[in-house]
């Protein structure tokens, strides 16, 4: 098996890799990062704004909307994630992995 191993680090392909599931993890990451942030900002510095309602008909304020966007954004980029690893990540992870095994 660790022949396996070996034969896999050897692969550029399994370099390439990792290095866009890194920059894709990053990438992300970063989005939730920066809004998760700027939303703390905001609470800080213009907490006002967000006791504000949505509407005057409406009891729900701008704060509380911008937290469940907050944890939808979460959730969408999550399934972005997903979406990309089943749709480039797998098939390449399983190329790799297959080519090590017929190099043993």
Known sequence: MDHCYRAIDADPRFHALARARSRLGW?????MLVT???FILVIAFRPAWLARPLSSTTVITVGIAAGVALIVLGVAL???YIWQANRSFDA???A????A???V
Not at 27 to 31: I, K, M, P, T
Not at 96 to 99: K, P, Y
């Open 27 to 31: 990438g992300l990451g970063g989005v």
């Open 36 to 38: 998760y942030y700027a």
């Open 78 to 80: 999550t399934g972005v």
């Open 92 to 94: 390449r992870n399983r």
């Open 96 to 99: 790799i992995v297959d080519a």
């Open 101 to 103: 095994r017929r190099a």
